[in-house]
């Protein structure tokens, strides 16, 4: 499966880590055909930057966010399937929106967030 939609777990770790291996890894996530984003995501990066680094910051990552990958908007179908999902598996609503846009795109979900691996719908991943 060449397509994922990645959790703000992997924005976190590729703005903020300091592990060398780790980032030469993340790196190479570059090269996947399909690289999608939900627009949740956005929200959360933005929300977490807007507190830790301020709006300048919060604006510089959003932006390449919106470069580097296609933003998926929540559409009614994806709203449905993540309220079926946030049911099933008690999620948090932007967890569960990000899964649903996972399933929505047929991709993998980028994450090392232990509830996306409890997901049956989905498949998961993160660096080994």
């Not at 060398?20 to 939900?38: A, D, F, G, M, T």
């Not at 559409?75 to 008690?90: F, P, T, V, W």
Request: charged share 30%; glycine share 2%; proline share 2%.
């Amino acid at each position: 499966m060449n397509e994922a939609v990645y959790d703000t777990r992997f924005f976190v770790e590729f703005f903020n880590s300091n592990d060398p291996s780790l980032l030469e890894k993340i790196r190479k996530e570059k090269y996947r055909r399909e690289k999608y984003v939900s627009v949740i995501v956005i929200h959360e990066l933005y929300k977490l930057s807007l507190a830790n680094e301020g709006r300048e910051t919060a604006k510089r990552k959003v932006a390449f966010l919106k470069q580097e990958f296609k933003i998926i908007p929540v559409d009614s179908q994806i709203a449905e399937s993540s309220a079926e999902l946030r049911q099933k598996y008690k999620l948090s609503m932007g967890d569960s929106m990000i899964a649903a846009t996972a399933m929505s795109q047929n991709a993998v979900c980028f994450s090392d967030y232990p509830h996306f691996g409890q997901i049956k719908e989905i498949k998961t991943a993160w660096f080994e």
